[in-house]
């Protein structure tokens, strides 16, 4: 299907836009200022729970609640206008999930990055140093965010920031619109149902803001909507014009992409403007009468909204507008003096407490290369149009890899290839003498107050083990790890694919704690990272038939025989077909044997718990998940594994075999998380919206296009899609940021999934590690603002997720890396099976239709045990 998307953030036409800027400030700070370590160490939501963010709407005015002096300027005289080279852009992050969107629309506007900052990271002391005395912004934009205005921990500085701060342009964006009208009087109020991840048309009134931008029902403007509260209309002080307002009581679908659609569409237009005369509208836009103050309660930097860069490049001429052309000349030049490029990020240098503004979080991206480095060599062979001949992937993994019961091995499967949706598998087990195997534990909570901390085991190729502990943690040792690796890029040349050795495994959703998140409510049982490091793999290319083989050794090892004996066992496998029997997996029955961790009421309770929290505006979207377990004794995970990729195959799926840990993992995962090519670009697929197949073709046509044309559905999948721009436009350069695909279906073995895409192009001063923390835990599992509906979820849910929404893959020793989500999985370990199920809670959700998507998801995996134990048993 083809969608025409209505923003294109993809190209990039500014020669400014090379890498985010540093500025060089020689003078020194009030010494009542914060000190740098301090500042340094906030980068994650600091609260008590989620109680103490409960909204609390009012309507008093917080005029007059600060003792401070205004800061309010003398009027400028106006002189002919004059064109800026570049705009500096001061953005305040509420800890939203969509505020590096915003980043990524002003530094292509703005022809320079923007300055991010929370808004609990400065003194009110510190913003006036840098905004009055330094003059280091033309402008100010505060993102959307999570709660409500009038609860200081959720809107931290920006209340501050719009009540002194009169002589500056500032644009609110959702909660930085609702603190607009807050902090000047006006109400702020549920809405009459809450709308994330929906669209309406939009009228305004023509201002400078919506300059160049139709207007009206079937003007083709139409917005994103993320809120459940809205400002009062009626309660508008006399400072602040109403500027927009919703078209009609109803949100419209996020594409149309028939003829027939369309039609119906506006006859049901037409019908709405006969019936819904007198309806109320919801108030979209508002400006301060007197300063350079607007309100957007839409959010212009989604990728579904029309006209959202046009708002943007308003902005941008509003605020040229407000600057007379002398202080441009004399700012630029000020400017240019002090500017020079470090490490991707804006620096404040000689002051007193050598602050960043970064444009990530600074503890977050961290590059250590360790004080040892290693130098592997890469040998490999093809072997050609092999693969079919000798039974397939399955064939070539139990023929080489499954002596002792497949210990300590790995098969990164791709069992369901059509539709190109995935080429290559990768196969191999305990290798040479570079093999070894890593195993993390999060320290326990009350064990220590840090995060991240944990313990790490390595085993080497002999045995051999070591235990210490990681300070700074899993992230920050595999950072160093892969830094500490050199290379030859010419050894891996004429190579299709990007894994050619290095560390495969999976990374924990406990992990999380790492990157933002304040603690894990639950402590996970299976380890919450394991991999192996693989010296010795075999690549199987599904599209040609090929078959490679690899093996990596440093400069303390001389090569092996291991490619001669594996290409000998390869030629003298026994020449046959890879034919295998798929059929749709049955029913859960009441008689399986697992046992979930919520029953079908508590699940159902849970899930409307969820949406009281979206109706508060403490979320958008909540991925609530839960647990099914059952004993199993003795199985043989293996043989469970090539069950479940026959009745069930998917392009990520994966076998992983930690026998020291007793530990198994069969997954079937249709999804990708992140990858990595040798090109620098970044991917995510995201998947949110699922229905069953159908037991006819037509049956199954008609589920297919009730999934595409769900408005619940895409919802879901709207607001994952802008939440993984957000997350790649953390670490990816300015601009590069798009969507190739959005809300495409595709059809599995048991399953339709509305499926979309996003890239980006890295920054290339940042790591493989970077990029990860950037994005983990995948955003199709949290929800949406990310932190905060982590930390909703853990006070639902009642066990550790544990790998189960984590993700599985490789780390290649180049740096590339690609990494599935953890879902549709079986996690076999000390004698029980796990299976993990969920689903995204969204406002229009049915509670009980939530629970029966649920058992849809944990379908195909939970037969698979049932069915594999009845066979064992029979035979």
Same mark, same amino acid.
């Given at each position: 299907?083809?969608?025409?998307?209505?923003?294109?953030?993809?190209?990039?036409?500014?020669?400014?836009?090379?890498?985010?800027?540093?500025?060089?400030?020689?003078?020194?700070?009030?010494?009542?200022?914060?000190?740098?370590?301090?500042?340094?160490?906030?980068?994650?939501?600091?609260?008590?729970?989620?109680?103490?963010?409960?909204?609390?709407?009012?309507?008093?005015?917080?005029?007059?609640?600060?003792?401070?002096?205004?800061?309010?300027?003398?009027?400028?005289?106006?002189?002919?206008?004059?064109?800026?080279?570049?705009?500096?852009?001061?953005?305040?992050?509420?800890?939203?999930?969509?505020?590096?969107?915003?980043?990524?629309?002003?530094?292509?506007?703005?022809?320079?990055?923007?300055?991010?900052?929370?808004?609990?990271?400065?003194?009110?002391?510190?913003?006036?140093?840098?905004?009055?005395?330094?003059?280091?912004?033309?402008?100010?934009?505060?993102?959307?965010?999570?709660?409500?205005?009038?609860?200081?921990?959720?809107?931290?500085?920006?209340?501050?920031?719009?009540?002194?701060?009169?002589?500056?342009?500032?644009?609110?964006?959702?909660?930085?619109?609702?603190?607009?009208?807050?902090?000047?009087?006006?109400?702020?109020?549920?809405?009459?149902?809450?709308?994330?991840?929906?669209?309406?048309?939009?009228?305004?009134?023509?201002?400078?803001?919506?300059?160049?931008?139709?207007?009206?029902?079937?003007?083709?403007?139409?917005?994103?909507?993320?809120?459940?509260?809205?400002?009062?209309?009626?309660?508008?002080?006399?400072?602040?014009?109403?500027?927009?307002?919703?078209c009609s009581t109803d949100t419209i679908s996020s594409f149309i992409d028939h003829k027939s659609d369309l039609n119906a569409y506006k006859s049901q237009l037409d019908q709405?403007?006969?019936?819904?005369?007198?309806?109320?509208?919801?108030?979209?836009?508002?400006?301060?009468?007197?300063?350079?103050?607007?309100?957007?309660?839409?959010?212009?930097?989604?990728?579904?909204?029309?006209?959202?860069?046009?708002?943007?490049?308003?902005?941008?001429?509003?605020?040229?507008?407000?600057?007379?052309?002398?202080?441009?000349?004399?700012?630029?030049?000020?400017?240019?003096?002090?500017?020079?490029?470090?490490?991707?990020?804006?620096?404040?240098?000689?002051?007193?407490?050598?602050?960043?503004?970064?444009?990530?979080?600074?503890?977050?991206?961290?590059?250590?290369?360790?004080?040892?480095?290693?130098?592997?060599?890469?040998?490999?062979?093809?072997?050609?149009?092999?693969?079919?001949?000798?039974?397939?992937?399955?064939?070539?993994?139990?023929?080489?890899?499954?002596?002792?019961?497949?210990?300590?091995?790995?098969?990164?499967?791709?069992?369901?290839?059509?539709?190109?949706?995935?080429?290559?598998?990768?196969?191999?087990?305990?290798?040479?003498? =570079?093999? !070894?195997?890593?195993?993390?534990?999060?320290? &326990?909570?009350?064990?220590?107050? *840090? /995060?991240?901390? +944990?313990? @790490? %085991?390595?085993?080497?190729?002999?045995?051999?083990?070591?235990?210490?502990?990681?300070?700074?943690?899993?992230?920050?040792?595999?950072?160093?790890?892969?830094?500490?690796?050199?290379?030859?890029?010419?050894?891996?040349?004429?190579?299709?694919?990007?894994?050619?050795?290095?560390?495969?495994?999976?990374?924990?959703?406990?992990?999380?704690?790492?990157?933002?998140?304040?603690?894990?409510?639950?402590?996970?049982?299976?380890?919450?990272?394991?991999?192996?490091?693989?010296?010795?793999?075999?690549?199987?290319?599904?599209?040609?038939?090929?078959?490679?083989?690899?093996?990596?050794?440093?400069?303390?090892?001389?090569?092996?025989?291991?490619?001669?004996?594996?290409?000998?066992?390869?030629?003298? =496998?026994? !020449?046959?077909?890879?034919?295998?029997?798929? &059929?749709?997996?049955?029913?859960? *029955? /009441?008689?399986? +044997?697992? @046992? %979930?961790?919520?029953?079908?009421?508590?699940?159902?309770?849970?899930?409307?718990?969820?949406?009281?929290?979206?109706?508060?505006?403490?979320?958008?979207?909540?991925?609530?998940?839960?647990?099914?377990?059952?004993?199993?004794?003795?199985?043989?995970?293996?043989?469970?594994?090539?069950?479940?990729?026959?009745?069930?195959?998917?392009?990520?799926?994966?076998?992983?075999?930690?026998?020291?840990?007793?530990?198994?993992?069969?997954?079937?995962?249709?999804?990708?998380?992140?990858?990595?090519?040798?090109?620098?670009?970044?991917?995510?697929?995201?998947?949110?919206?699922?229905?069953?197949?159908?037991?006819?073709?037509?049956?199954?046509?008609?589920?297919?296009?009730?999934?595409?044309?769900?408005?619940?559905?895409?919802?879901?999948?709207?607001?994952?899609? &802008?939440?993984?721009?957000?997350?790649?436009?953390?670490?990816?350069?300015?601009?590069?940021?798009?969507?190739?695909?959005?809300?495409?279906?595709?059809?599995?073995?048991?399953?339709?999934?509305?499926?979309?895409?996003?890239?980006?192009?890295?920054?290339?001063?940042?790591?493989?590690?970077?990029?990860?923390?950037?994005?983990?835990?995948?955003?199709?599992?949290?929800?949406?603002?990310?932190?905060?509906?982590?930390?909703?979820?853990?006070?639902?849910?009642?066990?550790?997720?544990?790998?189960?929404?984590?993700?599985?893959?490789?780390?290649?020793?180049?740096?590339?890396?690609?990494?599935?989500?953890?879902?549709?999985?079986?996690?076999?370990?000390?004698?029980?099976?796990?299976?993990?199920?969920?689903?995204?809670?969204?406002?229009?959700?049915?509670?009980?239709?939530?629970?029966?998507?649920?058992?849809?998801?944990?379908?195909?995996?939970?037969?698979?045990?049932?069915?594999?134990?009845?066979?064992?048993?029979?035979?």
């Open positions: 299907m083809n969608v025409t998307l209505c923003s294109n953030p993809c190209e990039i036409t500014s020669p400014c836009l090379q890498k985010p800027q540093i500025i060089n400030i020689n003078k020194s700070l009030p010494t009542s200022v914060i000190k740098a370590n301090d500042l340094a160490n906030k980068d994650i939501i600091q609260v008590s729970g989620h109680d103490a963010r409960k909204v609390v709407l009012s309507g008093h005015s917080v005029t007059g609640q600060f003792e401070e002096t205004r800061l309010m300027g003398k009027p400028l005289s106006k002189k002919p206008k004059q064109k800026l080279d570049f705009i500096r852009t001061l953005l305040i992050d509420n800890y939203d999930s969509y505020t590096y969107n915003i980043y990524q629309e002003l530094s292509v506007v703005n022809g320079l990055p923007p300055v991010v900052v929370h808004n609990d990271e400065w003194s009110w002391e510190e913003a006036c140093y840098y905004i009055y005395e330094e003059r280091a912004f033309d402008n100010i934009v505060i993102s959307p965010g999570p709660g409500s205005p009038s609860c200081p921990t959720d809107i931290g500085i920006c209340l501050k920031l719009l009540l002194e701060c009169g002589d500056i342009p500032i644009l609110g964006v959702c909660l930085g619109h609702q603190a607009l009208g807050y902090v000047h009087g006006a109400k702020v109020v549920h809405a009459f149902e809450p709308v994330h991840g929906r669209l309406s048309e939009i009228q305004h009134n023509g201002c400078s803001l919506f300059h160049g931008i139709p207007s009206g029902r079937n003007s083709g403007f139409k917005v994103v909507r993320y809120h459940s509260l809205v400002i009062d209309a009626k309660s508008l002080p006399k400072e602040l014009i109403p500027l927009a307002w919703t709405e403007t006969s019936l819904s005369k007198g309806f109320k509208k919801v108030l979209m836009g508002i400006m301060h009468s007197t300063r350079p103050h607007y309100g957007l309660q839409f959010h212009p930097e989604s990728i579904a909204t029309c006209h959202g860069r046009r708002i943007f490049e308003n902005f941008r001429n509003i605020t040229e507008d407000f600057w007379d052309s002398s202080s441009i000349s004399q700012r630029n030049l000020q400017y240019k003096a002090c500017m020079q490029v470090r490490n991707g990020s804006w620096q404040f240098q000689n002051n007193a407490r050598s602050a960043y503004l970064s444009v990530l979080d600074v503890n977050m991206f961290k590059s250590h290369v360790s004080n040892g480095t290693r130098f592997l060599k890469l040998q490999w062979r093809k072997l050609e149009n092999l693969s079919s001949q000798v039974g397939g992937s399955r064939n070539i993994f139990l023929k080489l890899f499954v002596d002792d019961k497949a210990e300590n091995t790995f098969w990164l499967d791709s069992s369901s290839t059509e539709k190109k949706r995935a080429r290559f598998s990768f196969m191999g087990g305990k290798g040479g003498s =570079l093999w !070894k195997q890593i195993t993390f534990r999060l320290s &326990d909570s009350s064990e220590a107050t *840090s /995060t991240s901390g +944990g313990h @790490i %085991s390595i085993e080497d190729v002999q045995g051999l083990s070591t235990t210490t502990f990681l300070e700074d943690g899993f992230f920050h040792f595999m950072n160093k790890e892969l830094q500490s690796i050199h290379y030859d890029a010419k050894d891996y040349e004429g190579l299709p694919f990007e894994f050619y050795g290095g560390y495969i495994g999976y990374l924990g959703y406990g992990l999380k704690v790492e990157c933002g998140v304040q603690y894990n409510r639950h402590k996970a049982e299976t380890p919450d990272a394991c991999f192996f490091f693989a010296d010795n793999l075999v690549v199987i290319d599904h599209s040609t038939n090929d078959i490679y083989i690899l093996s990596l050794h440093d400069q303390t090892t001389k090569p092996t025989t291991w490619l001669d004996d594996v290409e000998q066992k390869l030629l003298t =496998l026994p !020449k046959t077909s890879s034919s295998q029997t798929r &059929d749709h997996a049955k029913n859960i *029955s /009441t008689e399986t +044997g697992f @046992i %979930s961790d919520k029953t079908r009421e508590q699940y159902i309770e849970d899930v409307m718990k969820c949406q009281e929290f979206i109706k508060d505006g403490e979320s958008y979207e909540l991925c609530l998940t839960t647990q099914m377990r059952k004993k199993t004794g003795d199985i043989d995970p293996l043989g469970l594994y090539l069950h479940l990729r026959d009745k069930n195959p998917a392009p990520y799926a994966a076998w992983l075999n930690f026998s020291k840990e007793k530990l198994a993992i069969c997954s079937s995962s249709p999804e990708r998380f992140l990858r990595l090519d040798r090109n620098g670009i970044l991917e995510a697929k995201p998947i949110k919206g699922t229905i069953a197949r159908g037991l006819t073709p037509d049956e199954d046509e008609m589920l297919r296009l009730q999934l595409q044309h769900s408005e619940k559905d895409q919802a879901e999948n709207l607001m994952i899609v &802008d939440l993984l721009r957000n997350d790649l436009g953390r670490v990816c350069e300015p601009g590069s940021v798009h969507v190739p695909k959005l809300m495409e279906v595709e059809s599995y073995a048991t399953v339709h999934t509305m499926v979309s895409t996003i890239r980006g192009k890295k920054q290339s001063n940042l790591s493989a590690i970077d990029c990860v923390r950037a994005a983990f835990p995948g955003g199709s599992m949290t929800g949406a603002p990310k932190l905060r509906s982590m930390e909703l979820l853990d006070s639902l849910e009642s066990c550790s997720r544990g790998i189960y929404s984590g993700c599985i893959g490789f780390f290649s020793y180049n740096q590339t890396f690609d990494l599935n989500i953890v879902i549709r999985t079986i996690v076999v370990h000390q004698g029980e099976a796990s299976i993990g199920a969920g689903g995204a809670i969204v406002s229009l959700s049915s509670p009980q239709q939530e629970y029966e998507e649920m058992i849809l998801k944990a379908r195909a995996p939970v037969n698979a045990v049932v069915e594999f134990q009845h066979e064992s048993l029979e035979q």
